[in-house]
């Protein structure tokens, strides 16, 4: 029936629920209660007493003698949906199992809030090392300038020597280590704020996952 228009799908739909309905069965063989339903790429709606091979993979219904579906089976899913459904899934089981760790580590906000200070007290700690070689660096970086002002091409006094590899190259080393120290303390800001976004989230999480208990 491939290829038959709607009002005339519907048609043969109506003389199929009149006479004798013919289909196939769970073993292949006719099933004379039931019709199939499925859509073409073009959209247009088909019935017949089985599905053709190139749409057995579509969404379809499954219809009795009197035309009323009894079955609807789904379109199969593309790789990337089953994908993308498997990510949801791993989310739900990821958040389930950190449900059940606020629940049985933690007895109260306060737990939660004094780890969150250890940690965070933990973590402030490692910067200071860090700022206070970042100062160094500055301090090193200011008295070699000053002593690569002396040279080309950096002086304008006449007679003014070419500046020797070894400067230039202490000049270049501590620019490119002050660079690595500024990163590592802005990464470690970052880490400080995410850190304590999470315990908040927790704190928050724990909150709603008493609330809920209590109201069971």
Same mark, same amino acid.
């Given at each position: 029936?491939?290829?038959?228009?709607?009002?005339?799908?519907?048609?043969?739909?109506?003389?199929?629920?009149?006479?004798?309905?013919?289909?196939?069965? /769970? *073993?292949? +063989?006719?099933?004379? $209660?039931?019709?199939? #339903?499925?859509?073409?790429? &073009? @959209?247009?709606?088909?019935?017949?007493?089985?599905?053709?091979?190139?749409?057995?993979?579509?969404?379809?219904?499954?219809?009795?003698?009197?035309?009323?579906?009894?079955?609807?089976?789904?379109?199969?899913?593309?790789?990337?949906?089953?994908?993308?459904?498997?990510?949801?899934?791993?989310?739900?089981?990821?958040?389930?199992?950190?449900?059940?760790?606020?629940?049985?580590?933690?007895?109260?906000?306060?737990?939660?809030?004094?780890?969150?200070?250890?940690?965070?007290?933990?973590?402030?700690?490692?910067?200071? /090392? *860090?700022? +206070?070689?970042?100062? $160094?660096?500055?301090? #090193?970086?200011?008295?070699? &300038? @000053?002593?690569?002002?002396?040279?080309?091409?950096?002086?304008?006094?006449?007679?003014?020597?070419?500046?020797?590899?070894?400067?230039?190259?202490?000049?270049?080393?501590?620019?490119?280590?002050?660079?690595?120290?500024?990163?590592?303390?802005?990464?470690?800001?970052?880490?400080?704020?995410?850190?304590?976004?999470?315990?908040?989230?927790?704190?928050?999480?724990?909150?709603?996952?008493?609330?809920?208990?209590?109201?069971?």
């Amino acid at each position: 029936m491939s290829g038959q228009s709607p009002r005339v799908a519907l048609g043969l739909l109506i003389a199929i629920g009149l006479a004798p309905g013919i289909g196939v069965g /769970a *073993a292949g +063989q006719p099933d004379k $209660n039931v019709t199939y #339903r499925w859509v073409d790429e &073009q @959209g247009v709606v088909h019935y017949g007493d089985r599905i053709p091979p190139q749409y057995a993979q579509k969404e379809q219904s499954v219809l009795n003698s009197q035309g009323v579906e009894v079955k609807r089976v789904g379109a199969q899913k593309t790789a990337e949906q089953l994908a993308a459904d498997d990510r949801v899934q791993q989310g739900i089981i990821r958040q389930k199992q950190h449900d059940s760790f606020l629940l049985t580590t933690y007895t109260s906000v306060k737990d939660i809030e004094a780890l969150r200070d250890v940690r965070l007290d933990q973590m402030r700690g490692q910067p200071v /090392a *860090a700022e +206070q070689y970042v100062e $160094n660096l500055r301090a #090193r970086l200011s008295e070699v &300038q @000053g002593r690569a002002r002396m040279f080309k091409p950096y002086s304008d006094r006449p007679g003014a020597r070419r500046m020797p590899d070894q400067i230039a190259e202490d000049l270049i080393r501590t620019l490119n280590e002050l660079n690595t120290q500024s990163n590592v303390l802005v990464t470690k800001g970052k880490e400080e704020t995410a850190l304590n976004a999470q315990f908040q989230a927790d704190i928050e999480r724990y909150r709603e996952l008493h609330a809920a208990h209590a109201q069971q």
